[in-house]
């Protein structure tokens, strides 16, 4: 009598932003349990010198619109991997959820029948935000947090003119190497010349790069490596510094006064 088959599973697993000490403890676990992996080309290193040496590992990834692999062909590689009895990985970078094409992987996985789970990460513009010490939203002037890709499907051009807010937070991911195009976007859209940006490259690893500027003066950017975003908005204003006194800021807030606090009284005002 034949042993009953093995059944494989596929997990849509997100690597986050690159510092492997932001993957969560799941996905941590289920990589170490994987025996195949299938990754994009822009999750870092560090993180796939974590996967066991006995995992059978494979880049899949996508660079610049260029794909070394067809999306059908990864599909065919998940479901036969699992089909196979096998426990497979297809890791992305930052949050699979968010422009990681596994609304595309998730259909595939479904209508063939294919056991599969989503495993979140940290997005790439929360490790960005983190990195750069900025919120992405503050009750003072930004409400509203839109993130868009300036990349779509096949060669038709990303539209979102129409989520432009002057109290909103905008990241753009994949911005390409056109940060003109993208500032004379969000200038018609209404945003003031002297927004507040920031271009963030390779955000939590060691090869972080972080510039300041303003929409004006975006076009005007080097262009950063990828994986790169852009955050604009009022949140991208550097924070107030000490030795600034009193000198007015657009983030200042009431001045902070210092308090003893006892754990078991009510405070005392220093």
């Known amino acids: 009598m034949s042993a009953p088959a093995m059944k494989g599973k596929v997990y849509l697993m997100g690597a986050g932003p690159g510092d492997p ?14 025996e195949v992996v299938l990754h994009d080309d822009l999750v870092s290193s560090k993180i796939l010198d974590l996967i066991p040496a006995s995992t059978q590992v494979r880049n899949v990834g996508k660079r610049c619109g260029q794909a ?6 990864i599909h065919s590689l998940l479901i036969s991997a699992a089909r196979d009895g096998r426990q497979v990985v297809r890791l992305k970078g930052g949050d699979p959820l968010l422009f990681g094409r596994v609304g595309e992987e998730m259909e595939a996985l479904s209508l063939a029948g294919i056991d599969f789970e989503v495993v979140p990460g940290v997005t790439s513009a929360m490790g960005a935000a983190a990195a750069a010490k900025i919120p992405l939203t503050d009750r003072r002037f930004a409400s509203k947090l839109v993130f868009v890709s300036n990349h779509a499907a096949g060669d038709t051009p990303a539209v979102w003119d129409d989520v432009i807010s002057q109290d909103a937070t905008h990241v753009v991911y994949m911005p390409g190497a056109d940060y003109s195009e993208i500032a004379a976007r969000l200038s018609a859209g209404g945003l003031n010349g002297r927004t507040p940006c920031l271009v ?4 939590t690893q060691a090869e972080q790069q972080i510039h300041r500027t303003t929409l004006h003066q975006l ?36 001045k902070p006064h210092e308090e003893v606090l006892h754990l078991t009284d009510t405070p005392i005002r220093a």
Do not use: C, M, W, Y
């Open 200 to 203: 963030v490259a390779n955000a």
């Open 21 to 34: 000490d932001l993957l969560t403890v799941k996905a941590l676990r289920v990589l170490r349990a994987a």
């Open 68 to 73: 070394a692999i067809s999306q059908e062909k």
């Open 219 to 254: 076009a005007l950017e080097p262009r950063l490596p990828a994986p790169a975003l852009l955050i604009i908005g009022d949140v991208a204003r550097p924070l107030p510094h000490f030795e600034e006194g009193e000198k007015a800021s657009p983030r200042a807030a009431s």
